[in-house]
């Protein structure tokens, strides 16, 4: 059995507001009465890609706790350059950042769906080709295909309007391989399941805040909603299950 933690969406900005949801939710993974195999978080970790943002977002990663490392992936505001350097201890670049794990005998292929400059998301021919690779050097090992963007309408107009174009190309790369379990994202600031290219489609709850559905309300972002994540357990038969939490604040 393989179980994941995903989060998305922390948005660390500077504010103590974002930073204590964020912190909520680790303090939550920390107390858990067992071990998880991943932390996931699917994108946008600093708030304006700023190089102090994402030394927040290390600090947080870094804390004391038993569970692993996360694995993480850009969103559409985060940046490049300060997020390769502070959080991979790499030289800045503008190129995609593309990033292959391995945890609980899952292999995670962590793709780059932005577009510098623009919220909504696409997948590179150079970052397909390296999914590609993964894919293929997986063998029959289980594979989780992360990213920011949905490819895929959520039925939010206003996440729609930003989500990943292009997806054919993707839909037709995975219809060529049988190891991929699921396909894993954030960016709606909700949490929701549905289909792409016959594979579940995951999407993280937001940890910031969350989007309202459109026949909820006409408000479309909740700043008081707490925060959420997903679990995601693949069972040894091969059958996937998520369930959602919801994080509330610590009684007082």
Excluded at 219 to 233: E, G, N, Q, S, Y
Aim: net charge negative.
């Amino acid at each position: 059995m393989i179980v994941i933690a995903h989060l998305s969406d922390l948005h660390l900005d500077g504010d103590e507001r974002s930073l204590a949801r964020a912190t909520r939710v680790f303090d939550h993974l920390n107390g858990l009465r067992g071990e998880i195999d991943a932390v996931l978080v699917t994108g946008d970790l600093a708030d304006h890609g700023l190089a102090e943002e994402y030394e927040a977002v290390a600090k947080l990663f870094a804390g004391p706790r038993k569970i692993l490392q996360p694995l993480h992936c850009p969103g559409n505001h985060d940046v490049r350059g300060p997020y390769r350097e502070v959080l991979l201890g790499e030289a800045p670049s503008d190129g995609p950042i593309n990033q292959v794990h391995h945890a609980g005998g899952a292999v995670f292929a962590l793709c780059d769906s932005t577009i510098p400059g623009r919220d909504d998301g696409y997948l590179t021919d150079e970052t397909l080709a390296w999914l590609e690779s993964v894919l293929a050097d997986a063998a029959d090992a289980p594979v989780f295909v992360c990213f920011h963007h949905p490819p895929a309408e959520l039925h939010i107009p206003y996440v729609d309007g930003i989500r990943q174009t292009g997806e054919d190309r993707l839909a037709a790369l995975l219809s060529r391989r049988s190891n991929v379990v699921a396909v894993l994202c954030g960016h709606a600031h909700t949490a929701a399941a549905g289909t792409f290219a016959g594979l579940p489609l995951l999407v993280a709850p937001g940890v910031v805040s969350t989007i309202g559905l459109p026949w909820e309300s006409d408000r479309i972002i909740d700043l008081d909603a707490p925060p959420a994540i997903a679990f995601h357990v693949l069972g040894d038969d091969g059958r996937l299950t998520t369930h959602y939490r919801v994080i509330q604040a610590p009684a007082r």
